[in-house]
Each structure stands twice: as C-alpha cells, then as structure tokens.
DNA sequence: TTGTATGCGTTATCAA
DNA sequence: TTGATAACGCATACAA
C-alpha cells in the first residue's frame, strides 16, 4: 500500500500538500493538485483511514449497535440507517448488543475505541445510568426505541404504549372480550409498554385482564407458537389473540391452523411492527405500524446534523404507531 | 479517555511495560503487573483500538460485506459469522455492496483501509479479476456464496445449480410437466446457476422449456407477486411454479390466493433458502435447505483459522442443498 | 500557495 | 525484567 510520503515524492512537493488535495480543505493551485493527483493514480494510493482517524480523530464512520445483527426489524432499521449515512459519504460500522448488558457495554466500547463519530444504540440490557453517563463523556448518540427522561434530546422512539393500547382497542371495538395476550420479554421496555398499552385499553372498556390470558414469548414466531399452544391446554377460551410483534403473531397463526382454528373466523390475531412479510402472510396480517424506516432516517439524520453539518435542525423524537387493518381481525359485533 | 502514557505514569513505570501488560505477551512480573492494573483501572484506562491497528498493523476485527443488510438470508448469515467471530473476541465491521460494482467496491476498499485482519465478502457485481487481484494484493478473504476457480480455496459455496436442479425433479416427480419459473436477477450467479439446474432438470424429463414460464424478477416478495401476474395474464397453463426463493415464494403464493387458486390443489409452489419464516407459510412452503448457518460457522472459522489460531485446518468448501418437503406442492400422478 | 515540524496513542526493537 | 526510542500514516499549527 502506497503512503501519502510515496506520493510526495513522486510529485515533488511536501507530504502537507498531499494531506491538502486529499481533504482539500486548504487552497491548492490547480497545477501541483493535478500533479499530486496523478502521483496517487499511478501509486493506486488510498488513504489509511486508521491513521486518518487516529491523526484527527474523527473517522468518517458512525457506530450502530443493534440487539441481533438477524431478524426483518433490526436489519431493516440498519439498512435504512447505512443507507442515508452513505449518501453523505460515511460509513457505518455495526455490532451486535445481543440483548445481554455485558454484550451491549462491549460492543458500545468497542465503537468508542473504533473512534466512531457518533453512536446509533438500540440498547435494551443496559442500564438508563450507564446511558446517562455516555452523555457525559461527551460522546455523541442516540438511543432508538427507548426513552430516558433524562437525556430524551437523544432518543428517538416508537410510542409503544399507544401501540399497545390501539392494537387492543382495535379488538375490543371489533367485538372481542377474551384476548388472549402474547407479550416480548417484559424485562424489555418495549415489551412492557406494548403490554401496558393493551391493559389500558382493557380498562378503558371495563374488561377484566385475565392473568392466565398472557403469555410471555420471546419476539420470535417460536414463542407465538409456544404462545397458542399454552392457551389451548390451559383451555381457556379466547376470541383473539394481541401479539406483541408479527412474527409471534406468524408463529401464532401457523400454530392455530394446525390446531383447526381457522383465522379470523374462529379466532382474530393482530401483529405489532408491520414488517413486510406481514403483508404476504395468511390470512394478511392486521398489525401496528411501526416506522422503522421513518426512524431510521431520523437516526442517520440527527447523526449527520449535530456532527457533519452543524446546523441544528428539529427532529422527531417520539413517532406514532398506526392501525393496519387487513383480513385476520374479524368483527364480531354483529 | 486515558492514554497508556497517564497510566505508566501513574504507575511509575515505563510506557512500554504498560504496553506489555495490555498484550500480555512478555514477561512482566507480578509486582509491577499489579501496579499497572490498579492504574488502569482507577484511570478507566482503555486502549485505543485505532492506534493499535496503525501500530501493529492489525486490528483483532474482521470486515464483512453484504449485498444488503436487510432481508433474512444476509442478516442470518452475519448473525452467525458474528456469533462465531465474537466467541474468540474478534469484532466485525459489517457493510453493504448494494449489488453494484462501484459500490461493492467501496465497501472492500473502506473494509482493507480500517485494516481488518480479513474480508468475508458475499459480492455479486465485483468481476473475477478483481477478486483474483485481491488475493494478489495479499488480503485475507473469503468469498461465500461465489466461486472462481482461480482462487478456489478462498471460496465457499452452495451448490446452487444443484439446488434448481432437486428443485425441479421434486416437481417432475410429483408429476408436473408445466412449470413456470420466477427466477432471480439473471445477471447474479447464484440466480443463474439455480435457473440452470432448473433447466436441466426438464431437460432430463424431456421437458421443452418454455421461454414464456420464465419470469426474472428481483428475490423479493413482489417479484414473486408480479412473476404470477405475469404468467396469468399471458394465460399460459401451468400446474406448479418453482421460485428461485423463499420470499419470491411468499408473494407468488399470496398473489395465487388473491385471484382464487388454491395451493397446493390448483398450484403447487416450491421455494429456495429455507428461512425460518417458510415454515409458518399457508401453506407450510416446500423448499430448498441453504445451510446459512453453517456455511457462515464455515467462513469465520475459515478466518479463525487463517489469521489468528493458525493451524490449517480442512474446510468445507461446497456444501450440498437439500430438498425440504412441506405442503406446497401436490402430487398429481395419481 | 507551499513546506516544516510536531503530535495522535500504540507497538516493537533495541539496549540496559 | 524493564526503559528509551523509533516507527505506524496522517493532520495541522505555524512559518516561509
């Protein structure tokens, strides 16, 4: 690999001139620019980044930590996410939190020390001080996907409560009293949200919550399928089941039919997320609309605003989940 | 942060020896071990990765590229890649080619210029020689999921033209005559080569094929949607259709049941890739098995072994699909 | 407009 | 077992 050194020397000028044309920040005549231009050419040069970094301590680079680097939300999030960082010429550098609060702290030092230039964190495991003491140390971030009060400037979130609260009164509406409720991990604060929404919307229509009408399941469409299969031995009765995102809610469907149920005519299901397989699934999916791609871009652009381009624009902090209504709610009101 | 200098410092001893501490390489004795540690961590002392990788020239993180980051079938593969990189405290720098050469491209070249210590690269539009040319360079890499004979070893592969062709005969077999085909981008290898063994499966079937059962469309849901709407509207017969994957899969089976064909009764269907969410399709899909996991295990341990445990161990370099049998496709010999 | 010199935080090669 | 000191490849303040 060749240096900038190299390229000074074939050009004939100093190494400062060439560090010149490659940010070319500094003024630079046309013709020892085009010299030093065709030195690198020959030389194939290509700037070392690591002592790019290291010399002026930025790195062109943003750090995203997600949960799990697999699964149709969290790599839609980091493909939206890459995407509006590249269209200004920055790179992304991803890791995975793995939902585990020593992961998530390696994984966010790890950026640190890869001198990113801000940090996109969709953290679950650690701990709200442990954020709060990132912002003291001067590093720039967002969170998305989780609200703390006292650093709410950087967060960028989904409200999970509403989400909750519309997917159920949606149900409660369509004439359903027995919901069956599959919930993520509720150590999870979105997963406790979306639960708590769902509880709120019971109230509201003077329903009892039936503790044996939840089950905690683990966001994937196992804990949808575990999710039924609970309900079904306990043999409670229920018209519908509320999961708290689509792939429980795929789970749970695949799970039902195999058990005879037809949906939605013996039993409705709703989603939560609205992922795109959502729309192709059977019956299609009624679900909450969760703006991963709105949310995403906030992300990259508060990134690109408070760090590149230094004009403090307004952003979004706090999106709004909507009702999706396609086949596998029913109505039985009537 | 606090530098190695602030911690020899502090420890009163030489900046070398806290660097011998760090690395644990050279004989340090206990004493002045302790002295050190307790200075690291009273300063919180953390080395600074990025000049670690000027110095030394490494930099314990290996680089992987994508053609997308999101979409099962890549976020599956990086989730295990990770998993498996992460256990032996190597971290990876992820980011994605967009299926274009400039772009690819790009990536590689952001990737060596970080000085990862390796490349794992699913590339699609980066010619051979470049490739070729990259192994001359002396970098590290693997490719998955392309193979160049000029640099076998640093391939791994699925046998992808074998896949189109279980794909196919299962169909043959089952006593279909009329297939339609909704293939991939044809310009992709991977696409190509599974069309191919489509092809010759007929072909050993005596099967003419028929150009208007060939639909190209873009490995996503609405390729497969639009790959029915197609064949429909040309009102050509056919009695099952093999899709180059899971997701075109999906759409055409959705669309199928939009315009009131049953499947498997009036349609059979079959995918490609296995992922997770074939199996809670309506109807359970049939597919073909792509070993992700394993062939992304595979590709870190390729690199595990390579660069940092050196011992050269064999690996597995082509890996055989397998036929999945579920419920999408009828038997209609009887 | 260009060049010189210093520093970024480490590793690594010498000696001691 | 330890300590100086020179790289690593570049950015940048200061001089010219």
Redesign the pocket.
């Known amino acids: ?8 020397e074939l050009a ?9 044309v ?2 070319n ?5 046309e ?3 085009n010299k030093v231009l065709a030195a690198m050419k020959t030389l194939d ?8 970094s ?5 790195s062109n680079s943003v750090g995203i930590l997600v949960s799990e680097l697999h699964g149709s939300f969290y790599s839609s999030m980091m493909s939206d996410i890459e995407l509006a960082l590249r269209e200004f010429g920055k790179h992304a550098i991803i890791t995975a939190g793995h939902s585990d609060e020593k992961s998530e702290k390696e994984g966010v030092e790890f950026l640190i020390s890869r001198s990113c230039d801000a940090l996109i964190l969709h953290v679950e495991a650690v701990s709200d001080d442990y954020l709060i003491d990132l912002k003291k140390r001067n590093i720039p971030f967002v969170t998305v996907n989780r609200y703390i009060p006292e650093i709410a400037a950087n967060c960028i979130c989904l409200d999970n409560e509403l989400g909750g609260y519309i997917a159920t009164s949606f149900l409660l509406k369509q004439g359903h009293r027995e919901i069956a409720y599959i919930a993520g991990p509720l150590w999870k604060t979105d997963a406790s949200d979306r639960y708590k929404g769902h509880l709120r919307a019971l109230a509201e229509f003077q329903v009892k919550a039936n503790p044996r009408l939840l089950y905690e399941g683990n966001f994937q469409e196992e804990g949808g399928q575990k999710g039924v299969q609970y309900f079904l031995e306990t043999g409670i009765f229920f018209s519908a089941i509320a999961c708290a995102n689509d792939e429980m809610a795929a789970g749970a469907m695949s799970a039902l039919r195999e058990k005879g149920r037809d949906i939605p005519d013996d039993v409705s299901v709703i989603g939560f997320d609205n992922l795109i397989f959502s729309r192709y699934t059977y019956p299609k999916l009624s679900t909450i609309n969760y703006p991963i791609s709105a949310i995403g871009k906030t992300a990259a652009s508060w990134v690109l605003n408070n760090l590149y381009i230094n004009r403090k624009e307004d952003i979004q902090h706090l999106f709004t989940p909507e009702l999706v209504v396609r086949d596998s709610v029913k109505n039985i009101n009537e």
């Open positions: 690999m060749a240096t900038i050194y190299q390229v000074s004939s000028v100093s190494l400062a001139t060439v560090s010149r490659i940010n920040n500094s003024l630079v005549s013709k020892t620019k040069y290509r700037p070392n980044t690591v002592a790019q290291l010399a002026s301590n930025r």
